[in-house]
């Protein structure tokens, strides 16, 4: 089973969607995250969750 490392991100209510969008966009590009959840709470804010999977190498035994 892959294991996952979390970000929690948070957009204030003032943030436009494309503000946002562009965001996340530079968060998926540059480090390799992608969406794990999104969450629009009462105040307009939202709260993103980001993963990125952890890739494990295993030590050469040659």
Do not use: C, N
Not at 31 to 57: A, T
């Amino acid at each position: 089973m892959p294991e996952y490392e979390f970000v929690d991100v948070y957009v204030p209510r003032g943030v436009s969607r494309k503000d946002a969008t562009r965001l996340l966009t530079d968060h998926a590009e540059y480090g390799h995250w992608e969406l794990d959840r999104l969450s629009l709470r009462r105040d307009g804010s939202r709260r993103v969750r980001l993963r990125r999977r952890i890739i494990r190498q295993l030590r050469a035994t040659w």
